[in-house]
Nanobody
Framework: QVQLVESGGGSVQAGGSLRLSCARS????????LAWFRQAPEKEREAVAA????????YYADSVKGRFTISQDNAKNTVYLEMNSLKPEDTAMYYC??????????????????WGQGTQVTVSS
């Protein structure tokens, strides 16, 4: 059974930084792309960043380019999201996902691949 467990969320002031982690376990025939999504109350889910398992190509939403960095440690089966220069509009529940096709990762739904339970990020002004 595949599990994704996010951690590292919290409350910070604008301009601050946080590092999210997502550890995966279990067996999957296809891990594909690992990704981070976020959803704020009353808003649609937004694709944030993605990286192929074992790869180096990265993908980012325009809203986070230059501020967020996705990376992975394959030995630890963990994907990270380093978030710098945080803004109040970054406040959301952040979810990691796996088993996505990199060509369509940003359009993935909860019914595709594997998803974690989320970690809350709150940025105050």
């Amino acid at each position: 059974q595949v599990q994704l467990v996010e951690s590292g969320g919290g409350s910070v002031q604008a301009g601050g930084s946080l590092r999210l982690s997502c550890a995966r376990s279990g067996f999957a025939y296809f891990w594909g792309c690992l990704a981070w999504f976020r959803q704020a109350p009353e808003k649609e889910r937004e694709a944030v960043a993605a990286i192929p398992v074992g790869g180096t190509t990265t993908y980012y939403a325009d809203s986070v380019k230059g501020r967020f960095t996705i990376s992975q440690d394959n030995a630890k089966n963990t994907v990270y999201l380093e978030m710098n220069s945080l803004k109040p509009e970054d406040t959301a529940m952040y979810y990691c996902a796996a088993g996505l096709f990199c060509s369509t990762w940003s359009r993935a739904t909860r019914g595709t691949g594997y998803w974690g339970q989320g970690t809350q990020v709150t940025v105050s002004s």
